[in-house]
Each structure stands twice: as C-alpha cells, then as structure tokens.
C-alpha cells in the first residue's frame, strides 16, 4: 500500500465510529431467487471476458447463495476454487462499499483488476474504479471489514 491509500484508509477508518459499523448483511448480494450475481456465470468474467447468463440446472450451492454457471465446466471451475471467481465484496457495488454503503452490483458492470472481480452498480461507478482502482478497493476493504455477515 503507497501512502496515499494508507492516508486514505486511515481517514476512512476515522470517518466511520465503530458503533455506526455494526451492520448484519447477506454475505452475497442475493436476487429476489437467491443467486449470486442474479445469476449470471462469476467464471465466465474470467474465461470469456463477459457477463454470461447461468443456467437454473447448472448450479452449485457456495456459503448459502446459489451461484448459476453456462455450463458443467464453469460449474466444475468454480467448485475447484470459489474464492478465486467469487467477486469481491460478496458482488455488492465496490463504489457503494467504498463510500461506507452496501447497494447491490450490476453484474452487467464489472471489472477485473489483479485477478479479482469487482462488480458496480452503474457505469459510473467503474469509471472511477478505473481512475483509483488500489483507493477504492482499500476503502471498500475497511468498510467490508466491519460488517458482520448473516449465516
């Protein structure tokens, strides 16, 4: 971390009191059904290099959300290693979290950024990702550490 982003995170840390950090969330921002990034194939990101639509009977069951995959390989490539195509922050926008907010993302607007998914919830949002990618990924950090997830 340069010192720019540990100023950052240190005035972060300051601008939120710990009694306002006590959140519960949903580990994952969860669809009205249940799926992880409303369904849509984290590997495909990857894989592919776009948002590709899961299907209902290619689904694997990962830290109680239901994560949809295009087919038995993306399936199998998940399962092998979840963390490495879950998306940071459990999919909520990393914008959001960076500004001490859980708004779900739109898994139309991602971005991957040292091998790691980064979902947002409006274009805007990866636009000023992509002018202080390490800043906001380390706000977001503090942020996403304070809450405390439903199990």
């Given at each position: 971390?340069?010192?720019?982003?540990?100023?950052?995170?240190?005035?972060?840390?300051?601008?939120?009191p710990?009694?306002?950090?006590a959140?519960?969330?949903s580990?994952?921002?969860?669809?009205?059904?249940?799926?992880?990034?409303?369904?849509?194939?984290?590997?495909?990101?990857f894989?592919?290099?776009?948002?590709?639509?899961?299907?209902?009977?290619?689904?694997?069951?990962?830290?109680?959300?239901?994560?949809r995959?295009?087919?038995?390989?993306?399936?199998?490539?998940?399962?092998?290693d979840?963390e490495?195509?879950a998306p940071?922050?459990g999919?909520?926008?990393?914008?959001?979290?960076?500004?001490g907010?859980?708004?779900p993302?739109?898994?139309?607007?991602?971005?991957?950024?040292?091998?790691?998914?980064?979902?947002f919830?409006a274009?805007?949002?990866?636009r000023?990702?992509?002018?202080?990618?390490?800043d906001m990924?380390?706000?977001a950090?503090?942020?996403?550490?304070?809450?405390?997830?439903v199990?």
């Open positions: 971390m340069n010192r720019r982003s540990f100023v950052t995170v240190a005035m972060a840390m300051m601008a939120f710990s009694a306002v950090l959140k519960t969330i580990r994952f921002s969860l669809s009205n059904t249940g799926h992880a990034l409303k369904g849509y194939d984290t590997t495909a990101y894989r592919a290099g776009e948002a590709t639509d899961g299907e209902d009977a290619i689904s694997v069951n990962w830290k109680g959300a239901v994560w995959f295009a087919s038995q390989g993306d399936a199998a490539l998940f399962q092998a979840p490495a195509y940071q922050f999919g909520y926008c990393t914008r959001a979290m960076s500004l907010n859980e708004v993302g739109d898994p139309d607007v991602w971005r991957i950024h040292e091998g790691k998914l980064y979902v919830f274009a805007r949002g990866g000023i990702f992509d002018d202080g990618r390490d990924i380390a706000l950090q503090v942020h996403w550490d304070t809450l405390t997830f199990e």
